[in-house]
């Protein structure tokens, strides 16, 4: 069974950092493209950052670009998003995507609640 779970969510101030992780299972891990979205209260979900089955390529909504950093463990079977200067806007629940590649098979983690609040 293909799994996806996110880890490390929390409650920081403005300004601060954390650190969400993903693990996968049940999946062979380097023929995922792996993405994480966000859902804030009351709003759509929305794309923040991405990168390929590879890791050779990162992609990030412009929001978050500059602040933010996805970077993958192929052996680990792990993905990550450093997020560094938290705004408020940044507060939402927190989703790991992972997408087969040359498929539409995905899979969606159940979420990690990151709240930043003064």
């Known amino acids: 069974q293909v799994r996806v779970v996110e880890s490390g969510g929390g409650e920081v101030q403005p300004g601060g950092s954390l650190r969400l992780s993903c693990t996968a299972s049940g999946l062979t891990f380097h023929y995922y493209a792996m993405k994480w979205y966000r859902q804030p209260p009351g709003k759509e979900r929305e794309y923040v950052a991405g990168?390929?089955?590879?890791?050779?390529?990162?992609s990030y909504a412009e929001s978050v670009k500059g602040r933010f950093t996805i970077s993958r463990d192929n052996v680990r079977k792990t993905v990550s998003l450093q997020m560094n200067s938290l705004e408020l806007e940044d507060t939402a629940g927190y989703y790991c995507?992972?997408?087969?590649?040359?498929?539409?098979?995905?899979?969606w983690g159940q979420g990690a609640q990151v709240t930043v609040s003064s």
């Open positions: 990168v390929t089955s590879d890791g050779g390529r990162k």
């Open positions: 995507k992972a997408e087969e590649i040359s498929t539409t098979n995905e899979c």
